[in-house]
């Protein structure tokens, strides 16, 4: 074997073997949090077809059935499967920069703790979407890269539609697009997410829209959420969540993120963007247990932080191959 394929093994070994083992191996250190006790019933259902994440789910019960027979139980097969999800976005990360800078910002996240045998459907849309930004970094401006893209962000949005949210960002990195286009992307976009879920109310399938999932301006004769959209509590509950799975990312953006971003960081900082103004909106039902929810957002904010701040340390006298070394 010659020192290529040698290496490329190597690390091949290490991010779908050994890092999901010590992810799993890890598991029982993760917190609590998300709804547990509906996606095990949704492994332990048959025919049953939840389009709010289905090929997740498909893939749970899959390894369920497969590893039933030695008494895995259905906990065991989703943190098996969110630790081997854990593999693929730490290769994802590595491959996108060797920086500590970039790191640093995830390691010193909550968020990390979905790959650490999370039983929840966010691992998996999660790591694919990291992939996506990885390829358009790789790949701008090369027709094979927005083809690489798309094909991780459909994947992300079959596991789960919140992912739908890295669309624009991608289309607007790889077509850039003029000022007075803005409106016609908006109007299509919003058409998009209308007609997705015009169909899965029509289907009657689970998973579909929920009115109470957005908070509303102020309490209707019979209230569907805790609070509403400016309340106290909310705003309060949404600092804590982003406290807890963007600690030093949201300060690095804050503190290096001014200035041009172009080409795939035009994109990912519009997904920031985005992301963002989702989770000022979205009712966390669960208050604090919906962290991982909310870790959505933070994926990208630890990254654009992280990407400025080992920018801003890269220097001519920088020695080659050092921690803070830009990639």
Not at 182 to 191: E, G, K, R
Not at 207 to 212: A, L, P, T
Not at 245 to 252: A, K
Not at 261 to 278: E, P, S, Y
Request: hydrophobic fraction near 55%; charged fraction near 10%; aromatic fraction near 16%.
């Amino acid at each position: 074997m010659s020192p290529f394929m040698l290496k490329k093994t190597a690390w091949v070994c290490l991010f779908v073997i050994l890092v999901p083992a010590l992810l799993f191996h890890l598991r029982h250190l993760r917190p609590s949090g998300g709804d547990t006790a509906d996606t095990l019933s949704r492994v332990e259902s048959p025919f049953y077809l939840f389009l709010h994440a289905p090929m997740v789910t498909a893939g749970h019960r899959a390894l369920w059935l497969g590893l039933d027979r030695w008494n895995w139980t259905p906990a065991e097969c989703v943190s098996l499967s969110s630790s081997l999800a854990g593999g693929f976005f730490f290769a994802a990360l590595f491959r996108f920069s060797t920086s500590l800078c970039v790191w640093l910002p995830f390691l010193l996240s909550k968020s990390i703790f979905i790959f650490l045998g999370h039983v929840e459907n966010y691992a998996w849309p999660f790591a694919l979407s990291l992939w996506a930004v990885v390829v358009l970094k790789e790949s701008m401006g090369q027709r094979k890269g927005a083809r690489g893209c798309f094909i991780f962000l459909g994947l992300a949005a079959v596991c789960h539609p919140i992912t739908l949210m890295a669309w624009p960002g991608a289309i607007y990195a790889l077509y850039p697009w003029r000022r007075k286009t803005v409106i016609v992307i908006l109007v299509a976009i919003i058409s998009l997410f209308g007609l997705a879920n015009l169909l899965l109310i029509t289907l009657e399938t689970a998973g579909h829209f929920q009115g109470q999932w957005i908070l509303p301006l102020a309490h209707g004769e019979q209230p569907l959420n805790r609070y509403t959209l400016f309340s106290s509590q909310h705003w309060w509950e949404v600092f804590v969540l982003h406290a807890l799975n963007m600690p030093l990312g949201i300060l690095l953006l804050m503190y290096f993120g001014w200035g041009r971003w172009n080409g795939w960081q035009g994109g990912l900082i519009l997904t920031v963007c985005l992301t963002l103004a989702w989770s000022m909106v979205w009712d966390p039902t669960l208050s604090y247990d919906d962290w991982d929810l909310f870790a959505w957002p933070a994926i990208f904010v630890n990254l654009a932080g992280g990407w400025r701040w080992a920018q801003s340390r890269k220097a001519p006298h920088a020695p080659a191959g050092s921690p803070l070394d830009f990639q």
